[in-house]
């Protein structure tokens, strides 16, 4: 979302009085159809929901004409209260029960829920002059009636299931626009080059790993004792949902993250180099005086298992220089998928771009033998991942590219190095409603882009289909293969990529 929506969202006239003229009505109707439905169950039943679902097209409207739409989780056609993401897709032919279809629906009620409470406050005005609790409180009534009616009809059921979809961040007619076959080929060459350069890096001597500025590590505080393998276990074994989804309580989160918490070691030649916080003023900005660490739960599948995953995100103000791949904010997502034995399956990392996905598997996973040999991208696998039992693990980091250079246990002698400056930590939902001058705004526009991250390389490889190639961009929005089509939040990556050693 870039500057010039600002005029759209200046004054109560800017919120297509046409489309909202019917809000008053709706509210009416909503009252009556609730205040009747003990005394003609099956007509007064029937009215709400049709009011319902009018309420919800009428907010979607004014949303998408305030270009205030929150991508962090997909919209499902013909169900407006509900949103999903890739697992919970991967699911639909899992439901095998009644309780599992409650548990499935919830949970898409619950994406809906918070993503409209963001975009209700990231509004300049409220929707027709109602304040923002009453239209959520009415959302809430509306959604449970909705989900409520959905679970009792069988034909609904079989609607959504069919329904529940997230499309790819793939544009496939720029593809056959960019003359895919020709030009993918062409690509390919590049990323070889760069997965050469990298594993020369990696094959690096640590000691002889070439520094520019000066070595500055951050770490998350944390007054947590670590957890060990069979605490780990335990945590996930007690937080399974009926879906078989790991979602520890936010205690049992806190202490996971902070066990598995990487060191952060920059090579820092200048403020770019500074880990910083993300805020809004007149656009997005790094503050490096308060260096944050983001974070994020996701979820994959390995097989019939839902595995739990642990983001770390960290934010730069740039990426500069003078070639394609330079611009404003750059950043890091690490990622830990934990295993349902407790221990860490497999360590993945991208630029907050979607950009230079690397792997590195602990000794449970192998690489498979059957990926394909043609308009395939080779996942990057610089190295193995160290021996879980001692945490944390260090995050070595070039200046200005910021490049993981390696990973590593650190065995230097207390003292040699700066103890590591303190991370804040902030949940990653935070970024999708920032306190801006007046009221609030997402970091994240359409296709879920940050607004000013551009790269000249979007004008070499858009013929691959990605959307603005190098700019930041909104979690779960992440393509990371140019060659090929791989998401950083596809729900079977790992089975995709690897299998288990024997």
Known sequence: MDNSTGSHRTTQASIAPARIKLLPLVFTLLLTGCATVGTHPAASLADALTICRALYQEVDAVIDREEVRDHGSSPVRGFPYLR????????????????????????????????????LRNLSVPIGGYPQGALLYELSSCREQLVTADLAHPERRALLRNAVHVQDDYVAWWQVLGLYP????????????????????????????????????????????????????????????????????????????????????????????????????????????????????SHTRLGNQVLLQLNYIVWFPARPGNDVYAGRLDGINWRVTLSPDGEPLLYDAIHNCGCYHEFFPSHHLRLRKDLPAFYFEPPMLPQQAPAPERQPLVLRIAHHTHFIQRLYHDESPPGLLPAPQPLAREEYDVLRSLPADEGYRSLFGAFGLIAGTERTERFLLWPMGIRSPGAMRQWGRHATAFVGRRHFDDAFLIESLFERTP
């Open 84 to 119: 999903t993401t890739r697992v919970l897709a991967s699911l639909r032919d899992k439901l095998a029960e009644p309780g599992h279809w409650r548990t499935w629906i919830g949970h898409m009620a619950d994406l809906d829920a918070q993503a409209r409470a963001l975009e």
């Open 182 to 297: 020709l030009t993918a080929p062409i690509v390919s060459a590049g990323i070889s080059a760069w997965h050469n350069e990298t594993r020369n890096t990696f094959s690096t001597k640590l000691a002889s790993l070439p520094v520019a500025g000066r070595l500055v590590r951050w770490m998350s505080t944390s007054s947590s004792i670590p957890l060990n393998v069979r605490q780990t276990a335990e945590i996930l074994r007690r937080s399974l949902d009926p879906l078989g989804i790991p979602l520890p309580a936010a205690t049992d989160l806190d202490r996971l993250f902070d066990t598995y918490a990487p060191l952060w070691e920059v090579d820092v030649v200048d403020e770019n180099d500074r880990i910083g916080m993300l805020q809004w003023k007149n656009g997005p900005v790094i503050d490096i005086i308060r260096p944050t660490l983001y974070r994020k739960v």
